[in-house]
């Protein structure tokens, strides 16, 4: 690594006004947003020891966006339920919402099967990760995870003074859970868990990382990140939350913005021992970042199981059109429990960018091992097709 890139210099080059295309989700890091990017020798961002992720020339020009499967959204969402709750509630913004909050945190309680001090709200999940980031390394340490996985924990403890040991995911790019445990040492101040991972998309065993999480947190926090987990169709998974009735020093993130379609509406929640909610409590209060209207829309959006129902049911179906697909052009996924797929590809990454836009089409493009691969997002079945379409004129 030997250069940085800056995220304000990207907005007004215009890399970021692509409505939102490839690199808009991801570089938004929360309170270090103005932060730099590191880029490596060959001029690609640098996201861990496994994996770089190309960018868009600053001089591509990009059509109308007609398939955006770059940032994991839901596309059918939100549900008419909190689009409804929203409108309802919105003459009322001028009040704080402390009695609604109160009410989303029983229905969750209620949800996930622990009293409501084992609850901590936040305007998305993310939020979560980088707090308990800042709280938990603004003394150093080390924190152990997979390499791939989700970012966002790993690079705010990295700009609060931690270092990260990445642990290479095994050959089906499941979590190795016997090299993160054997990797934990005394200074070791949390261990995280993205299940199902991103950006693979993998799942690792429930009953494996239910023992895992039973057994480490004995030694240290676990914090599991299970981001994904409603879309995990036919999976061999199952949350974490279980292990708070044995007292057990796990913390889960859930999000509303993956099955619940609110990713622009914010709203997450974590769930942990009381004490550990209450060292977090000391530096910075979770739900008060949450907008009154986001928790009318939550409630809502957490009774709506027709809408939860279908939107797994579409997106595997959409996902299973994919595969087909890709089957036919001869590409070789990693086989996905989320809404997006990861799978090589034989053009060079920043080219990829380029030619899926000027087909309309926003992805992302990383390398693996220094391998090309394509990143997309599952959308409806129409964009599915269009990027299929697309990426088949690339063949």
């Known amino acids: 690594m030997n250069q940085k890139i800056d995220r304000r210099n990207l907005l007004k080059s215009g890399l970021m006004a692509i409505g939102g295309l490839s690199l808009a989700p991801h570089l938004s890091m929360g309170a270090f947003s103005n932060s730099s990017l590191s880029l490596d020798p060959d001029n690609r961002i640098y996201r861990s020891p496994m994996v770089r992720e190309h960018f868009l020339p600053e001089d591509v020009k990009a059509p109308k966006i007609i398939a955006r499967l770059s940032a994991n959204e839901n596309p059918y969402g939100p549900p008419q339920s909190a689009q409804k709750a929203v409108i309802e509630s919105v003459k009322n913004g001028n009040r704080y919402a402390w009695k609604e909050m109160s009410d989303l945190v029983d229905k969750i309680s209620k949800k996930e099967g622990v009293p409501v001090d084992h609850i901590m709200m936040a305007p998305g999940s ?58 934990i040492d005394k200074d070791t101040k949390l261990v995280y868990v993205c299940n199902p991972n991103n950006p693979t998309g993998t799942i690792t065993s429930g009953k494996a990382l239910l023992d895992f999480c039973s057994r480490v947190s004995e030694k240290v926090p676990v914090f599991v990140d299970e981001a994904y987990i409603e879309l995990a169709v036919d999976a061999d998974t ?13 913390i889960v993130a859930r999000t509303f913005s993956k099955i619940m379609g609110m990713a622009g509406i914010r709203v997450g929640y974590m769930a942990a021992l009381p004490s550990f909610l209450e060292e977090i409590n000391k530096i910075t209060r979770g739900g008060m970042g949450i907008s009154y209207t986001s928790i009318f829309a939550a409630s809502a959006s957490i009774d709506d199981t027709d809408f939860q129902v279908t939107t797994r049911k579409l997106n595997h179906e959409a996902k299973m059109y994919l595969y087909a697909s890709l089957d036919k052009l001869g590409y070789k996924y990693i086989p996905s429990y989320t809404n997006f797929v990861l799978f090589p590809v034989n053009l060079n990454g920043k080219d990829l960018l380029t030619k899926m836009t000027a087909k309309g089409i926003s992805i992302r493009a990383f390398d693996v091992l220094n391998k090309p691969y394509c990143r997309v997002s599952i959308g409806t079945m129409d964009e599915m097709k269009a990027f299929v379409n697309a990426l088949g004129q690339l063949s």
């Open 126 to 183: 993310s939020d979560l990760l980088e707090k308990v980031a800042l709280v938990l390394f603004m003394n150093g340490g080390n924190v152990v995870s997979a390499d791939p996985c989700y970012m966002s924990l790993i690079k705010v403890a990295e700009a609060v003074g931690a270092t990260w040991k990445a642990v290479p995911c095994t050959d089906d790019w499941s979590h190795d859970l016997k090299a993160m445990e054997a990797a």
């Open 238 to 250: 199952q949350s974490m939350i279980s292990l708070l009735s044995q007292k057990k020093n796990v």
